[in-house]
């Protein structure tokens, strides 16, 4: 799709219309990585933090949104799953609570049980974040309904989607949303992958944005592998119009992270990542481990989402109070080995600087 100049200029309105100094989205990062702390550092230090709450109830949205409103007066955005990644349940529940079993012995926990709520209600997720109107709604796993949709518009929200092919950025765009985060196959955590089997969707960062910004009229968010300045000014020159960035904010002192994650993420490197549906049913990008390896030794057949994430999640729990590594779902995207403890603000601050470098180096290259 071709487009006119005034049309690639207004790419730059996304960066104007939410006052960020820094071309830098925090990815939503669910399961205690996302804090209202983080998300309000980021957003104070100029990027767009973002709230997952995909795992919580309409009580803890409505108070996490509370807790970064008393942080801050700066935009951020809250993040949702679309629905239409909720699956039925397969007959593979009996295998899955064998395999469990040892590792809830192991723990200390009662024998593995699948809870009849796998996943929080939409709805009631929908109707705590309309009462809250945030002024961004991120969402991923698919489209949003359309009354869902119809109802956050209605009240001007500014709605992001998540495509990891230019077919998914064509639907997005169709059902109305207004910024498009495209996906690369680098990104740590699930895959937004919703049009077509996930295995056939994981096209690299460098590969997807351009054709991406290339399809859509609206603005796009690169995210996936980038974790320096140097990453966001590559990004910036492929037509995105700022970066979406998980990975590297994990090891920040406001991010929610547990000890035996941090720990084993600082020890990870850019080939100890992995994809798998161990843990949850739905592809996903993080450091292999013991679970992981011996689920794929067993060749387990999983559940699909949400039933594997909620019977893997007792285990996952106790995994992370006992720092044993091995049994938790260790998210990462592959540029982990350019992780580096700090604070939200001062790695901001490290990125904002990290890109003037990298302008000014490209000049000189140029020239």
Same mark, same amino acid.
């Given at each position: +799709?071709?487009?006119?100049?005034?049309?690639?200029?207004?790419?730059?309105?996304?960066?104007?219309?939410?006052?960020?100094?820094?071309?830098?989205?925090?990815?939503?990062?669910?399961?205690?990585?996302?804090?209202?702390?983080?998300? &309000?550092?980021?957003?104070?230090? #100029?990027? @767009? #933090?973002?709230?997952?709450?995909?795992?919580?109830?309409?009580?803890?949205?409505?108070?996490?949104?509370?807790?970064?409103?008393?942080? !801050?007066?700066?935009?951020? =955005?809250?993040? @949702?799953?679309?629905?239409?990644?909720? @699956?039925?349940?397969?007959?593979?529940?009996?295998?899955?609570? *064998?395999?469990?079993?040892?590792?809830?012995?192991?723990?200390?926990?009662?024998?593995? /049980?699948?809870?009849?709520?796998?996943?929080?209600?939409?709805?009631?997720? @929908?109707?705590?974040? %309309?009462?809250?109107?945030?002024?961004?709604?991120?969402?991923?796993?698919?489209?949003?309904?359309?009354?869902?949709? *119809?109802?956050?518009?209605?009240?001007? !929200?500014?709605?992001?989607?998540?495509?990891?092919?230019?077919?998914?950025?064509?639907?997005?765009?169709? %059902? #109305?949303? *207004?910024?498009?985060?495209?996906?690369?196959?680098?990104? $740590? %955590?699930?895959?937004?992958?919703?049009?077509?089997?996930? /295995?056939?969707?994981?096209?690299?960062?460098?590969?997807?944005?351009?054709?991406?910004?290339? =399809?859509?009229?609206?603005?796009?968010?690169?995210?996936?592998?980038?974790?320096?300045?140097?990453?966001?000014?590559?990004?910036?020159?492929?037509?995105?119009?700022?970066?979406?960035? $998980?990975?590297?904010?994990?090891?920040?002192?406001?991010?929610?992270?547990?000890?035996?994650?941090?720990?084993?993420?600082?020890?990870?490197?850019?080939?100890?990542?992995?994809?798998?549906?161990?843990?949850?049913?739905? +592809?996903?990008?993080?450091?292999?481990? /013991?679970?992981?390896?011996?689920?794929?030794?067993?060749?387990? /057949?999983?559940?699909?989402?949400?039933?594997?994430?909620?019977? !893997?999640?007792?285990?996952?729990?106790?995994?992370?109070?006992?720092?044993?590594? $091995?049994?938790?779902?260790?998210?990462?995207?592959?540029?982990?080995?350019?992780?580096?403890? !700090?604070?939200?603000?001062?790695? +901001?601050?490290?990125?904002?600087?990290?890109?003037?470098?990298?302008? &000014?180096?490209?000049?000189?290259? +140029?020239?």
């Amino acid at each position: +799709m071709s487009k006119t100049r005034g049309e690639i200029v207004r790419r730059g309105e996304f960066r104007d219309r939410f006052g960020m100094t820094i071309p830098v989205v925090l990815a939503p990062m669910g399961g205690g990585p996302s804090t209202p702390e983080l998300v &309000a550092a980021v957003s104070n230090a #100029g990027g @767009l #933090g973002s709230l997952a709450a995909a795992y919580s109830n309409g009580e803890r949205i409505e108070q996490d949104i509370a807790a970064i409103r008393k942080l !801050t007066s700066r935009p951020f =955005a809250v993040n @949702l799953f679309s629905p239409q990644a909720q @699956l039925p349940l397969n007959d593979g529940v009996t295998a899955v609570a *064998d395999f469990l079993r040892p590792y809830h012995e192991r723990l200390g926990l009662k024998a593995p /049980e699948l809870p009849q709520k796998p996943i929080e209600d939409f709805d009631e997720q @929908l109707e705590a974040v %309309a009462k809250a109107a945030p002024p961004i709604v991120s969402f991923t796993f698919g489209l949003l309904p359309q009354k869902a949709s *119809d109802r956050l518009k209605a009240q001007g !929200t500014f709605l992001m989607g998540t495509a990891t092919t230019v077919e998914e950025a064509r639907q997005l765009e169709r %059902a #109305g949303v *207004d910024a498009v985060i495209a996906q690369g196959s680098e990104a $740590g %955590a699930h895959r937004g992958t919703f049009a077509v089997p996930a /295995e056939e969707a994981l096209i690299g960062t460098v590969a997807l944005v351009p054709q991406v910004v290339d =399809a859509v009229r609206v603005p796009v968010i690169a995210s996936g592998g980038i974790m320096d300045g140097r990453g966001l000014v590559a990004a910036l020159a492929l037509g995105a119009s700022a970066v979406q960035m $998980g990975t590297a904010f994990l090891a920040c002192k406001e991010a929610g992270t547990n000890t035996a994650y941090r720990e084993a993420l600082l020890r990870g490197r850019e080939d100890t990542t992995t994809l798998t549906r161990a843990f949850s049913g739905r +592809m996903a990008r993080g450091l292999s481990n /013991e679970f992981i390896e011996k689920w794929n030794a067993a060749e387990m /057949e999983y559940l699909p989402y949400p039933w594997q994430n909620a019977f !893997t999640q007792p285990m996952r729990r106790a995994a992370a109070a006992a720092k044993q590594a $091995g049994l938790l779902s260790l998210w990462a995207g592959q540029g982990l080995g350019m992780m580096r403890e !700090t604070t939200a603000a001062q790695l +901001m601050k490290e990125l904002q600087e990290q890109m003037k470098e990298a302008w &000014a180096k490209l000049k000189e290259q +140029m020239r």
